[in-house]
């Protein structure tokens, strides 16, 4: 199995805020952020692994600001993480609100996701290889947490 660069699998996803994903103030529900938010990450950690995915962790999720009906959200997410069978991805959300302002970060979070082969039991995932100062840091502080609750 041949090892992945983080930016192997980078994902982006772009939505535009409905009505339908809005409660009557016009705000984006949290709920349906969420949702986005681990389909993205379940996209990076599936073109990493190379197989089905699932969710076992949802962390650290952040709600910064809210978006609004009509505003664009991007959604990206990124593997900083790889062991055995799972994956940690940082999945990140930004707003670009009308008027052609710089994104803003509305909400970020961190998903586990565990590769599953196609009976449905766990399989092995590609090593990763941090190409820069900040991935290597993440690489560090992930397998830190994981020796932790060892």
Same mark, same amino acid.
Request: proline content about 4%; charged content about 30%; glycine content about 6%.
């Given at each position: 199995?041949?090892?992945?660069?983080?930016? &192997?699998?980078?994902?982006?996803?772009?939505?535009?805020?409905?009505?339908?994903?809005?409660?009557?103030?016009?705000?984006?529900? @949290? @709920?349906?952020?969420?949702?986005?938010? &681990?389909?993205?990450?379940?996209?990076?950690?599936?073109?990493?692994?190379?197989?089905?995915?699932?969710?076992?962790?949802?962390?650290?999720?952040?709600?910064?600001?809210?978006?609004?009906?009509?505003?664009?959200?991007?959604?990206?997410?990124?593997?900083?993480?790889?062991?055995?069978?799972?994956?940690?991805?940082?999945?990140?959300?930004? /707003?670009?609100?009308? @008027? @052609?302002?710089?994104?803003?970060?509305?909400?970020?979070?961190?998903? /586990?996701?565990?590769?599953? &082969?196609?009976?449905?039991?766990?399989?092995?995932?590609?090593?990763?290889?941090?190409?820069?100062?900040?991935?290597?840091? &993440?690489?560090?502080?992930?397998?830190?947490?994981?020796?932790?609750?060892?």
């Amino acid at each position: 199995m041949e090892a992945k660069k983080p930016r &192997d699998s980078i994902t982006k996803m772009e939505q535009v805020v409905l009505a339908s994903h809005a409660n009557g103030q016009g705000r984006l529900f @949290g @709920g349906q952020l969420m949702s986005w938010l &681990d389909v993205t990450g379940a996209i990076c950690a599936r073109r990493h692994s190379g197989c089905e995915v699932v969710t076992a962790k949802a962390d650290n999720l952040e709600f910064h600001r809210p978006a609004m009906q009509n505003d664009i959200v991007t959604i990206t997410a990124k593997i900083i993480y790889a062991g055995t069978t799972s994956m940690e991805v940082r999945v990140c959300a930004y /707003v670009e609100p009308k @008027g @052609g302002w710089e994104p803003q970060l509305i909400c970020s979070s961190y998903f /586990v996701y565990v590769a599953m &082969d196609e009976n449905g039991n766990k399989c092995r995932v590609p090593k990763l290889i941090p190409e820069s100062k900040e991935e290597e840091e &993440d690489l560090r502080r992930c397998e830190e947490k994981r020796n932790k609750l060892r």
